[in-house]
């Protein structure tokens, strides 16, 4: 599976970007997909998952701004995110992995990544 993240860029506070995570290589329909974020010196952060039922999970500091959905026929996760703040400035990476629920918002549980898509929110 490649995953291939689009969609960041510089967004002032309040501001809304969608970033979209396309996958290839095989059909992502029964695997969790999610979205981790990461600053420099940090670890990777949980920030919203979906599962192939469609049911969702978000970090706290994400619930109410982000919305995350996916599009089984195009084979593509999408993280609306809203109300941006500067401490949501980071790069955003989607992964993929067949992940009980428990792990999901453990990193090391994903099997695939993409490249990542820097989202940049100023004051």
């Known amino acids: 599976v490649q995953l291939q993240a689009s969609g960041g860029g510089l967004v002032q506070a309040g501001g809304s970007l969608r970033l979209s995570c396309a996958a290839s290589?095989?059909?992502?329909?029964?695997?969790?997909m999610g979205w981790f974020r990461q600053v420099p010196g940090k670890e990777r952060e949980f920030v919203a998952a979906?599962?192939?039922?469609?049911?969702?999970y978000y970090a706290d500091s994400v619930k109410g701004r982000f919305t995350i959905s996916r599009d089984n026929v195009k084979n593509t996760v999408y993280l609306q995110m809203s109300n941006l703040k500067p401490e949501d400035t980071a790069v955003y990476f989607c992964?993929?992995?067949?992940?009980?629920?428990?792990?999901?918002?453990?990193?090391?549980?994903?099997?695939?990544w993409g490249q990542g898509t820097q989202v940049t929110v100023s004051s």
């Open positions: 290589g095989r059909a992502v329909t029964g695997y969790t």
């Open positions: 979906i599962r192939w039922t469609s049911t969702t």
């Open positions: 992964g993929a992995g067949n992940i009980v629920q428990s792990a999901t918002s453990f990193p090391t549980s994903y099997n695939y």
